[in-house]
């Protein structure tokens, strides 16, 4: 992965999060966080440029482990649907 694609993949994450980080709520846990971080991931692995495929797997991948090491018996796959409700990307 050359740097270019790499500047390109975070900048498109800090994108993805800005609407995000204006909604989050003051208890906001840990756990919850990583989510929001392995969406913006999942987002970024379903590009059409297979290094950011590469880039969103591997990113995804990291937070989901941080979310089962932490919670291990929580399907966090049903909980990303709150990330397709289009109003959470609203700001």
Known sequence: MTMKTM??????AL????GVATAR??????SQRDLT????????ADSQDPQMQQAGTIG????YGRLQGREPGVNWFERLT???TPS????
Do not use: D, K, P, R
């Open 37 to 44: 971080c392995m969406a913006v991931f999942l987002a970024i």
């Open 25 to 30: 709520q003051a208890g906001e846990t840990e």
């Open 88 to 91: 959470i990307w609203s700001s």
């Open 82 to 84: 709150v990330y397709a």
């Open 60 to 63: 995804s991948l990291f937070f």
């Open 7 to 12: 500047i390109a993949a975070a900048a498109l």
């Open 15 to 18: 994108s993805l999060t800005a």
